[in-house]
């Protein structure tokens, strides 16, 4: 087996984030003034190596994918909706689309697998199954599922590399993911499934009882049997999940930041940073879902994220509406005027 995401990621450049930072204090404004934005400016210097970085090519993917777990009553909606989605990734209408078209990124959309076999012009259909199987009874993945989803991630990271993105957006689309995601966490995580299962899409508290029965099946037929992150993946994982590992695993390694949307995608991260814990300096966390297991995701991988919306639609919307704010965050730190250049008196310390 080809164990690619063990491959170191690229280093931070030491010398740029010292530059940066004594940019920052030399900046027209009282030190710290600009809160965590200074900080953010500093970082982006450091992972892309230069003193004025810029997040103005930005790749954004979906990748999405259908769960067997589906079966057990597990979403407020039907699996159906995973592939109708893909038509509105590709028409325009989906959120995702709306905010890259307003970022002017193009769209990437990418079907591991949905129940019905699509054919959709503008989407890469890679067909790994009929959606995964249903992890109460068996295995979410094979093995050469799980590493075509791994795959599919890192050729995407590759894509973005040979754009010379200075951000990666990866967003994911799959009824029942949360169900997925929940199951991840609990496995990787030292917290209770009560408080990492919760309404995904809207489901009332039946469905909520439903999907917590769910994750403690899966957990009572898999846990024993989790060695490591590869195979906690395997087992409880998703297509579009893994996939997103992948992507964010290829993108450390070609030295690309990445901005993390929601509760699946930090999931995904988490499963990441377990694979190969020296990608984590390139992942920023966008936001704070309203879905409540995303806290003890974050908190696991010690992630501030910079957003609390109450958002918690998925997809990689979360994300995309970040930027901005790292875009504004660099223009002040390459744009503003030193002291010496606008002649202001510094401050006696
Ligand atoms: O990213 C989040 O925080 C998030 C929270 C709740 C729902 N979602 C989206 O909703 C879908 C999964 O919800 P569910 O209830 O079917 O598990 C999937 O397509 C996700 O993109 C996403
Ligand atoms: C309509 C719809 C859009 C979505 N986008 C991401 N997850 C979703 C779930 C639903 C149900």
Redesign the pocket.
């Known amino acids: 087996m080809d164990e690619w995401w063990k491959e170191a990621c690229q280093p931070l450049d030491a010398v740029m984030r010292e530059r940066a930072l004594a940019r920052q204090d030399q900046l027209t404004k009282p030190r710290g003034a600009l809160g965590r934005l200074e900080a953010l400016a500093v970082q982006l210097a450091a992972l892309q190596g230069c003193e004025r970085p810029q997040v103005e090519r930005v790749h954004v993917s979906v990748f999405a994918g259908d769960h067997g777990v589906v079966e057990e009553g597990v ?3 039907p699996q159906a ?2 592939g ?2 893909l038509r ?1 990734f590709v028409g325009g209408g ?3 689309a709306v905010l890259a078209r307003r970022l002017g990124s193009a769209l990437e959309v990418i079907d591991l697998g949905t129940v019905e076999p699509l054919h959709l012009a503008g989407v890469s259909h890679l067909r790994l199954g009929p959606g995964t199987a249903n992890f109460t009874r068996e295995a979410a993945m094979s093995d050469q599922q799980l590493q075509q989803a791994l795959g599919a991630g890192r050729d995407t990271a590759r894509r973005a590399a040979a754009g010379a993105a200075q951000l990666f957006i990866g ?5 029942g993911n949360t169900t997925c995601a929940s199951a991840l966490a609990a496995a990787l995580l030292p917290h209770s499934p009560l408080t990492l299962v919760g309404p995904g ?2 489901l009332d508290g039946d469905g909520v009882r439903r999907k917590l029965a769910a994750v403690q099946t899966a957990l009572r037929l898999h846990a024993d049997h989790c060695a490591g992150p590869l195979e906690t993946l395997r087992r409880l994982g998703g297509f579009e999940v893994a996939a997103l590992a992948g992507a964010y695993l290829g993108c450390a390694q070609q030295g690309i930041p990445v901005l993390v949307d929601g509760f699946i995608c930090s999931a995904a991260a988490l499963c990441a940073v377990r694979l190969n814990p020296t990608c984590r300096p390139w992942l920023l966390f966008a936001h704070r879902s309203a879905e409540p297991g995303h806290l003890a995701v974050l908190q696991a991988l010690e992630a501030e994220p910079l957003l609390d919306l109450g958002l918690r ?3 990689g ?1 979360g994300a995309a509406l970040a930027v901005p704010l790292l875009q504004q965050a660099c223009a002040l730190h390459n744009e503003m005027a030193t002291f010496a250049e606008a002649a202001v008196a510094e401050g006696a310390v």
């Open positions: 979403s407020a909606f909706v995973t109708q989605m509105n989906a959120a995702l967003g994911e689309m799959g009824i899409t809207g639609l998925g997809e919307s």
